[in-house]
């Protein structure tokens, strides 16, 4: 069964960090892009980053650059997210995905004092 | 960045058929955009029906194809299903670099 699982979410404070991590299981990460999207309470999708195969590639949505950084880790078939500065509209769920079939349940972010 | 419009809602009826558009303030929406349609039901995370214009997955129903018309890429479910009410969300892709949501689309089935 294929299963993408994301974890790390949680309750922090304005200027805070977290570090979502994902995991996949029944399916490879290692040959395909991977992408961090999150969705804010009540409102749409918004791509957040992008990483490729071999991690030498990676961008972000301008809102995000310089804060937050995507890596990965084949060996352990895992996505990461590091989120730093947090501020309160970075609140939402966040989902893995590989570029662009399964998708995670998603884990949730509030920033909030 | 580019802004990627959709229409906020669209209802079929029963068995009907419905057009889903997506828009690109850049200018024409072109398979280099690669263009991917999402379902999400509420509660749920989303699913991928399409990628690069009009390739399925094994999970997509036959009832919906994706397609380019008029400038801008395009969902069209045929035979509308009452499980397939939900919001639909189209992605492009930006010289590779990034990539934009539209804001969605609220498909009523009714």
């Known amino acids: 069964e294929v299963q993408v699982v994301e974890s790390g979410g949680g309750s922090v404070q304005p200027g805070g960090s977290l570090r979502l991590s994902c995991v996949g299981s029944g399916l490879s990460f290692s040959s395909y892009w991977m992408t961090w999207v999150r969705q804010a309470p009540g409102k749409g999708l918004e791509w957040v980053a992008n990483i490729k195969q071999d991690g030498s590639e990676k961008y972000y949505v301008d809102s995000v650059k310089g804060r937050f950084t995507i890596s990965r880790d084949n060996a352990k078939n895992s996505l990461y997210l590091q989120m730093n500065s947090l501020r309160p509209e970075d609140t939402a769920v966040y989902y893995c995905a590989r570029i662009w079939d399964y998708w995670g349940q998603g884990t949730l972010v509030t920033v909030s004092s | 960045q580019a802004v990627v419009t959709q229409e906020p809602s669209l209802t079929v009826s029963p068995g009907g058929t419905v057009t889903l558009t997506c828009g690109s303030s850049t200018g024409a929406v072109t398979s280099g955009h690669y263009p991917y349609w999402f379902q999400q039901k509420p509660g749920q995370a989303p699913r991928t029906l399409i990628y690069?214009?009009?390739n399925k997955h094994s999970w997509t129903p036959a009832r919906f194809s994706g397609s380019l018309l008029g400038g801008k890429a395009a969902l069209t479910l045929s035979g509308a299903q009452p499980e397939d009410e939900a919001e639909y969300y189209c992605?492009?892709?930006?010289?590779?670099?990034?990539?934009?949501f539209g804001g969605g689309t609220k498909l009523t089935v009714l």
């Open positions: 992605l492009l892709s930006y010289s590779g670099t990034y990539a934009v």
């Open positions: 690069d214009t009009s």
